[in-house]
């Protein structure tokens, strides 16, 4: 890495499985700074890291590990800067997956991976991906549609990611898996698709990951790129040299 250190950018983690162009032309978008990188010395002395990934979960933990970056990403989370998780990345951030057998994950939070439910609904074959737009709602105590979109949560948003997004607003999905944390409240959104009531966004700390795509998603997924780039103005993290 050259001596000459960009302050406050965002490592996005290339481990060879990621949507890594997209993430960062969103990111051009709003002025958050970016360095593609599996350079664990970058990696480490970023102001946060975006974890994107397209895929099946085993190939990129293999992948990651391939790399010697499952160490790497441990030691950054552990500096409570910002770690974002986007589709198989937020997939990734768990700690086991059901995709093609069993598989440990990076255990960040404690919850598996599993396939959604193809099903019929609404006397069609739902199928299996999702791939489209569907809403985002505040998590709520019933996961009952109609209560949902009733239950105003203002400040379950507020400071995250999501801060400033509408309830019920679009966003891009392609994915046939969803995370099930066990400890449901770090759940912040949850969204449907046919039967599958699943998790779309989730919170722990200075973790958070996103099942949809919001570099796919419009203004409004500009919009959580904006919060994100708001979040590391707000906060200066020392870093190691």
């Known amino acids: 890495m ?11 983690v290339d481990y060879g499985l990621g949507n890594l162009f997209s993430v960062k032309n969103a ?11 599996s350079d664990k010395e970058e990696i480490f002395n970023a102001s946060g890291l975006f974890l994107p990934g397209v895929g099946a979960f085993n190939d990129a933990m293999k992948a990651l590990e391939s790399k010697d970056l499952v160490d790497t990403l441990n030691q950054f989370v552990k500096l409570n800067k910002p770690v974002i998780g ?7 951030l ?3 997956s059901y995709e093609f057998g069993h598989h440990e994950g990076l ?26 737009w569907s809403h985002i709602f505040r998590y709520g105590d019933s ?15 507020e400071s995250t990611p999501l801060e400033g997004i509408a309830d019920g607003e679009f966003m891009y999905f392609v994915h046939s898996y969803y995370v099930k944390p066990e400890d449901e409240h770090l759940t912040i959104a949850i969204s449907h698709y046919g039967k599958n009531i699943f998790c779309s966004a989730i919170q722990k ?9 919001p570099e796919k ?25």
Request: with cysteine; proline share 3%.
């Open 217 to 241: 998603s419009g203004p409004w997924g500009l919009k959580i790129y904006k919060n994100i780039s708001n979040m590391i103005m707000k906060k200066t993290v020392k870093t190691s040299p």
């Open 27 to 37: 990111c051009d978008a709003v002025g958050i700074q970016t360095v593609i990188t």
């Open 143 to 157: 996961l009952n549609e109609s209560q949902l979109e009733n239950q105003s949560h203002k400040d379950l948003w």
């Open 94 to 96: 768990m700690s086991e």
């Open 2 to 12: 050259a001596e000459d250190i960009i302050e406050n950018y965002f490592a996005i």
């Open 205 to 213: 700390g200075n973790i958070f990951g996103m099942q949809f795509h």
């Open 107 to 132: 255990g960040f939070i404690k919850g598996s991976v599993l396939r959604l439910e193809s099903d019929e609904y609404d006397k069609k074959i739902l199928k299996i991906p999702h791939i489209g």
């Open 86 to 92: 986007i589709c198989l990345g937020m997939q990734l």
